[in-house]
């Protein structure tokens, strides 16, 4: 099961995420976020909040990437979704030494 809100603020628009991203849910993340980067205003920050996220599939894994990537932010708790995020994040620097994303904030 996965549970996915979104919380709008000046600055940003949060989606806080809560439980298993993993199939077939991860379509559920996608959708939700492609919609947020489409109704973002200039300047606003799209923020994926994981501190309620349970269990990270491959699938899910693979998502997260694309969005690291295309420069969404991480909120997280936890040793092994921080783990997770890092080594994203590695990954996404290797891929042209620029890296990607805005990082992860715990």
Do not use: H, N, Y
């Amino acid at each position: 099961m996965l549970k996915i809100t979104t919380v709008e603020t000046a600055d940003t628009c949060s989606l806080v995420v809560e439980g298993m991203l993993i199939e077939p849910w991860v379509m559920e993340l996608d959708q939700s976020w492609v919609r947020a980067r489409q109704d973002l205003a200039a300047g606003r920050q799209l923020v994926v909040d994981l501190a309620g996220v349970t269990v990270i599939g491959c699938r899910g894994e693979e998502l997260l990437f694309r969005m690291m990537a295309d420069g969404t932010q991480f909120v997280c708790k936890g040793v092994l979704t921080r783990f997770l995020l890092r080594r994203m994040e590695r990954k996404c620097k290797g891929l042209d030494g620029s890296g990607c994303g805005k990082g992860v904030e715990s």
